[in-house]
Every structure is written in C-alpha cells, then in structure tokens.
C-alpha cells in the first residue's frame, strides 16, 4: 500500500502547524508535550482546559467527549487532545495475542485485527493506539514476549506493517482510523535474565540486523508515532537516547512524527533516592534530577512524557538556561500538532457517544476473531491420530484452564469482558454436546503467586471418573493470562504447579487424550512430549478462543500454524533460537569439544521456529531460482511447489531461508526472507514464489553500514526452519 500521510495536503498540514505555534505561550507549548493518565485526569479535570497534550487509558466515551469539549470550547488556542490507548490485540472484540496471531504466518490476520481494533477505539474516541508492539525477543522467560511476533526480525517486520496498514489504512483520519505508536524502541525485548525492565547490551550489527528492522518496517507502512523503551541499550536508557531516537529513527529514517515516553520512563533516568522532585520513579542514574532528566530526554528526541511532568515543571527553567534550545521545544511540538492535524483532530474533534456502544463486538467481528483463533494453533505433535475428534463420542476436558473464559482473552485484553468470552468447554459443548468438564486442580489469578505453586492439589477421585466416562479426553492445561505480559517474567517456564502430575494421572489409564495449551510464551515441553499423545498449542486465542479450538480439535479446521518462536528443552537452553551464528565448533553431542550441553542429548530444541503439523501431509520440493546471479540492482526470484500429499484439506506455510556462508561479518546459520501460507485440496499443488534483492542478502556491520559483498548465498525452502534438503545457490556480484 502507499503510504499517504492524510490531514490534506503535506504542505498544508505544515503550514497549519506553522501557523499555530506562532501563536503559542511556552506553557501552552509545555502542555503539548505533557501525557496524561486516566487516573491523572480525574484527579485534576482541569487539565483539558490548558489543554494537554494527550490522555491514554481513558476509555469512556462520555468523558472522552467532555474533555475534548473543555480542551477545544475552552482553550485559547482550541487544541484538540490526542487520546490513546494501549489496543494491542483487540479493544472490545479481542483478538489472539500477537505471538498466537505470528503463528498464523497470515499477515490478514494481524491486518483484521488491528482494523477492527481501530474502529472499535476510534467509535469511542481514541484515536492513537499504543501497537503493534514489535520487539524481536529470544527470551521465553520475559513475559512481553506475548505481545510480538516471536524470535524472527522478518516475521515481525511483516506483522508490523499489517497491523499498522490495518489500524491506518491509507489515511488516519478517517472516522475508523486511528495512528499506531510502535514500541518499545529499541532492543526492550532482550533483558537480562528475563526480568521485564532490565538493561540490554548489544553490537551495533546484532542492533540492526535483528531489533531495528521491524520498527523501520512499521514506519514504512506509515506508523506516526513511537514509544521509547524502559531499558538502557548499551548504558543509554531508551528515553534519552540520541543515537537510537534522533540519528536513527528522526536523521537517518526521516520519521517526522513524535516520540511518547513510557510510563514515567523520563523520571526512571533519575538515580535514587529521586531528587527534585523528591519522590517518584528513579534508578538509571544517567539524570541528578528532574531538570536534568527533562534535558537529556528532550534533547534525545523524546517529544511527549508520559505521566511524570518534569517537561512541563521544568520547562521554562531549561530554556531560560540554554539546557534545552527553544528550536528544540518547538520541534517536539511541532510534531505533536502535525499528528493531530494529520489524524483530522481539528476537524472532527468530537464523537457520537450514542453510537459509541453499537460499533463493539459486531457478531461479524466476533466471526473473524474466530477464524482467527483457528489459524493460529499449531499442532506440536498428533500420534496414532489422536486428533481430530470425534463429535459423536463422550468427550472429557480436564483441566483448570478448560472453563475459563477469562484466561481466553490474554495479556493485554483491552476492554474485553470476561462474560463475552467463550471458554473451551463451553466452544467444545457446542460441537459436541456430551462434553464434560472436570478442573482436575485450581489456579488462581493472583499475579503476585509464585506459579510453582498453583495446581497444588489433584483430585484424583474426579479426573478418574471423568476419564473413566469418556472415550476421548482434553487436557487443559498452560498459565493463566496473569501470568504473561507486563512485569511478568517467569525463572521457570514448566508447566505450572503439578500439572504435569494431572498428565500423568490421565496417560497412566492408557486411555488416548489431547493436551491443549494455553499460554503466554514458550514453555518446556520435555515431559510432556513424552507423556501426552497429542499436544496442540493454542495460545490466547481471544474472545473465540473456544470455538476456534474447538474447530480444530473436531476437524472444522485443519490446524496451518507454525511456531514463530523455538521451545527450549530446559531453561538452561536459553536463549536458543534458529537464526543463531555460527561458531568454530558447531555443537555435536557425540564429542566433547564444541558448543554442547552436556546433560542434554541434542543441538536442537524440542520444537523449531516454523514447525507446525497437520491432519494431512505436504510435500515442499522443486526449488528454483530466476537467475544463477545477482548485483545491487538486480533481483533473483526464488519459487517451489507446495503439495498436499493426504487425503484432507489443509493449509501449509512455505517458508524460504538463505545463508552466506562465508562474509566479512559470521552470518545466521539460516536467514528468513519470505513466508506463504497456502489451503490445499488432497493431491492439489500450488507453486510460491519470492523476490530476492540486495536487502534481503546483505548486512549491516558494527559500523551501521549496509554491506552487500560479494560470493555465494545459499538459499532454503521447506516448511520449517530445519529443512535442508531443498537447497539452491546463487553468486552476487
């Protein structure tokens, strides 16, 4: 899609921007830059008449709508505020988290769900949105890891685009638009130990080749805004960090939209106990003080400050010392203001709040979340065809997580209600009306517990009888919602609590049963693996989440997922991912001198990015390639055929890798640089193909230049990471 930046013509805009801060105060400046909670407002209503800049979290129409009566009716200039809120999956009509959604491979899911999700936000008067989320992450312990699209920069790079042309389409402001703030900018997805907030420290290569490019691909498809991250990158807390915010994103990008802090993000920079003022978040220690963060962030390129107000108390100060240039003060709000002229603001500041209602959960809505949840399960492992279930047989779901509508939603469930969503007995009963449902245990939805110790009880008496009525059992099992996102991270990512021990108990009464998972991140599987039959991993699939795997479990839908993220054997693996370097010892585990573990009996993890089955089988061959050469300005296209090899419908994800085995940098062993999903009839092939160029094969090094060298690239195609079989080469010269 081309990209038109709307609010009329470029020049327009500009020159309305112009004409607006001619006639701005410094405080009324001051107060554009200032970000606002939903808490902050109510406490202190008469912060829409300065106006603020922006207000996030607020979600209700009505004081919505009077806030941005008072800002517009009763402000000297008239300045509409920017409302925003954090829609990451789905605002009333929740859609699978965004790991669950990469496991797609289907970038019209990520696109439907963040179209509906924007007009869902716009109908009440949100017209920014805090996604897509994009940071690339090899750590399964951190629990932010839901809200991306796994391990791959590519995939996420793909997703990012989709979910902002979604939630943008060609132009924001139209009345079920809304602009995307991409985040966490940069590297947030790699902390240290897991732990959610922790420092991160990278070559400039790792940077580039890896973590930038998915917020470069959002900004392409037109995103205006962007979140600076909470974790220093290399000893620079992302809020005030002038090469990340100001020479990549604003000189070399040209991104001429604005930067919002996180949640008290500018404060953070303070070292502690905080000073002036004396209270608050501190703890970088990169700031003395409030003024002090003040500067280094606004200077960074940070525009807007989320919650703490050190830009606005200290403001003037700074530009009366020269800390901080007037030029600078302008800029920041010269972006703000072309945003909103950008998004229509000036226009049609206000909403219909009698409709505002009637726009949520539209059944057409909640049928695309449900096609959704389908495609994005994927089938870890299916012996003796376990799976697809009969729908004529008694059938027993086991598990704490097995009714639990509440869990379905995930992380970041937006404004989505408990009572709307469809818990997996409940999508199952519906198919086959003799289910039944047995806990098996209990977990509670106390996010401060240690995990360890949920499910501590079995009843044995009632997971007996329960198997002992039925023919086929569901097992349901994984974390609760709280147990992923934000401030979340896990040191062990088993199953929780003893519900190994439920596995156990059901696959010692040699009765064949389904394992069904629902969670937020990789877990380790090992036992599992070598317990259960049949392990379909579903994720949060959202508001449908129960039909959608029911659809799956009963054969309505053929599972086409693949996993957008490794699962390690054990914690210790971590990080493990497929896109790795390569080293002078590849590991081996039948010698000791290389790059093994040596209490594991594999190089591998136990399930592959870009593995998934199937209920039927495919065959990926036939790999070619347009030219045996390519330069700079050429291009080579790259094509195999798909097959579907069994005797059902289905759908496979072909998937093309490469790899320079010999450049001035060690490459990835494997390198995504294309994905298709396609639906196949029994004997059917099709035949997907891919453009290769000069962006695709080359690199950046610890210089932060682009390099293009010349040799052999080997190229990958198949339907998992690991495939090897299919391989072609071609020479850039």
């Not at 001619?22 to 209503?45: A, I």
């Not at 800002?71 to 988290?97: C, M, N, Q, W, Y």
């Not at 790699?190 to 959002?218: C, H, I, W």
């Not at 693949?562 to 990080?575: A, E, T, W």
Request: aromatic share 8%; glycine share 10%.
């Amino acid at each position: 899609m081309q990209v038109q930046r709307p609010g009329g013509d470029h020049g327009g805009v500009e020159g309305r921007v112009e004409s607006l801060l001619r006639k701005m105060t410094l405080d009324e400046k001051l107060n554009q830059l200032t970000l606002l909670s939903d808490g902050q407002m109510k406490d202190n209503p008469g912060e829409a008449l300065k106006p603020v800049g922006g207000v996030f979290s607020e979600t209700d129409p009505v004081l919505i709508d009077k806030y941005q009566h008072d800002a517009v009716e009763k402000s000297r200039l008239h300045i509409p505020i920017l409302f925003a809120f954090d829609t990451i999956h789905g605002f009333r009509t929740v859609f699978p988290t965004p790991l669950a959604t990469a496991s797609s491979f289907d970038p019209a899911v990520a696109f439907t769900d963040h179209k509906i999700g924007a007009f869902e936000s716009a109908a009440v008067g949100i017209k920014q949105i805090y996604s897509p989320m994009v940071d690339v992450s090899h750590e399964p312990r951190w629990g932010r890891i839901v809200e991306a699209a796994g391990e791959d920069p590519y995939l996420n790079s793909v997703m990012a685009a989709s979910r902002v042309s979604g939630a943008q389409g060609g132009n924001y402001a139209a009345p079920d638009k809304v602009v995307t703030s991409v985040k966490h900018f940069v590297a947030y997805g790699q902390p240290e130990s897991g732990r959610d907030y922790n420092t991160t420290d990278m070559s400039e290569a790792r940077l580039r080749n890896v973590y930038l490019p998915p917020f470069k691909a959002a900004i392409d498809a037109g995103a205006d805004t962007v979140m600076c991250s909470f974790n220093s990158l290399n000893g620079r807390p992302g809020c005030s960090n002038p090469y990340t915010e100001t020479d990549i994103l604003k000189d070399e990008w040209g991104f001429d939209g604005f930067i919002e802090s996180d949640y008290t993000a500018v404060a953070e920079t303070r070292a502690c106990p905080p000073k002036n003022p004396d209270s608050g978040s501190c703890g970088h220690g990169v700031a003395a003080d409030g003024p002090d963060a003040a500067a280094q962030a606004l200077n960074a390129g940070t525009d807007s400050e989320m919650v703490s107000t050190n830009y606005r108390d200290f403001g003037k100060m700074l530009v009366q010392n020269r800390t901080v240039s007037m030029k600078r003060i302008d800029d920041a709000v010269r972006r703000i203001l072309r945003i909103k002229f950008r998004a229509g603001l000036f226009e049609h500041p206000y909403i219909n709040v009698a409709q505002a209602q009637q726009k949520q959960l539209l059944p057409a809505n909640r049928a695309a979340a449900r096609v959704a949840a389908g495609k994005s399960v994927v089938l870890l492992k299916n012996a003796n065809s376990t799976l697809p279930l009969k729908a004529d047989k008694t059938t027993a779901v086991i598990g704490p997580l097995g009714d639990s509508g509440h869990d379905m939603l995930g992380p970041w469930w937006g404004r989505g209600d408990d009572n709307d969503a469809v818990s997996l007995f409940a999508g199952m009963k519906k198919q086959n009306p003799r289910t039944t449902y047995t806990a098996g245990c209990t977990i509670s939805h106390n996010d401060l517990n240690d995990p360890a110790n949920e499910c501590a009880t079995i009843d044995t008496a009632g997971v007996q009888a329960a198997v002992a009525g039925a023919d086929q059992i569901v097992l349901a099992l994984g974390e609760t919602r709280e147990m992923g996102g934000e401030a979340e991270a896990r040191s062990n990512i088993d199953l929780p609590g003893k519900q190994q021990d439920l596995i156990d108990l059901v696959a010692a009464t040699g009765k064949p049963f389904t394992v069904v998972l629902f969670n937020s991140r990789p877990l380790t599987l090992t036992k599992v693996d070598a317990a259960a039959p049949a392990i379909l991993e579903a994720w949060f699939g959202g508001v449908e989440a129960g039909n959608g795997v029911a659809d799956v479990l009963f054969g309505k839908v053929n599972p086409g997922g693949k996993l957008p993220v490794s699962f390690p054997r054990n914690v210790g693996q971590i990080p493990i991912y497929y896109n790795h370097e390569p080293t002078g010892r590849p590991c081996d585990v039948t010698s000791k001198y290389n790059s093994r573990h040596r209490d594991i009996g594999s190089c591998a993890p136990l399930y592959e990015f870009g593995f998934g089955l199937s209920y039927t089988t495919f065959k990926v061959d036939n790999l070619r390639l347009s030219s045996p050469a390519m330069n700079s300005r050429s291009s080579i296209t790259a094509s195999v055929d798909v097959t579907n090899t069994g005797t059902v419908a289905g759908d496979d994800v072909a998937q093309l890798y490469i790899h320079d085995p010999v450049a001035s940098l060690a490459q990835p062993v494997r390198r995504l640089r294309g994905f298709e999903r396609v639906t196949l009839k029994p004997g059917e092939k099709t035949t997907v193909s891919w453009k290769l160029d000069a962006s695709d094969v080359g690199f950046y090094d610890n210089s932060g230049k682009f390099r293009l060298e010349p040799g052999t690239i080997e190229v990958y195609a198949g339907d998992t990471s690991s495939e090897s079989d299919n391989l072609q080469t071609f020479t850039v010269r």
